[in-house]
């Protein structure tokens, strides 16, 4: 079983930047892919960001060219870098990643963007 803790979430204004962090632990073989998903509020949960083990990443249209996803694979963390953020980016994030053919996911974290 695989556990992840997503931080970093909270409440900014339109054009702010923030970022979140994610901790894998307990039993870890080898993660492949991670990523982050958010649903917005009356929305689909939908891809924001994925990266692999050697860094290759993807984006969703929407948050290209202002969000970035790096990962530590010592650490078995993966964050996510949200600049220029705006109120439709608003939503639960969730922090995912794959380990020996299975998902896992976190419990997820507010990310509120104001007008």
């Known amino acids: 079983q695989v556990h992840l803790v997503e931080s970093g979430g909270g409440l900014v204004q339109a054009g702010d930047s923030l970022s979140l962090s994610c901790v894998a632990s307990g039993s870890i073989f080898s993660i492949g892919v991670m990523g982050w998903d958010r649903r917005a509020p009356g929305k689909q949960r939908e891809l924001v960001a994925g990266?692999?083990?050697?860094?290759?990443?993807n984006y969703a249209d929407s948050v290209k060219g202002r969000f970035t996803i790096s990962r530590d694979n010592a650490k078995n963390t993966v964050s996510l870098q949200m600049i220029s953020l705006k109120p439709e980016d608003t939503g639960v994030y969730y922090c995912n990643v794959w380990d020996r053919g299975v998902v896992y996911w976190g419990q997820g974290t507010q990310v509120t963007v104001s007008s």
């Open positions: 990266i692999t083990r050697s860094n290759s990443t």
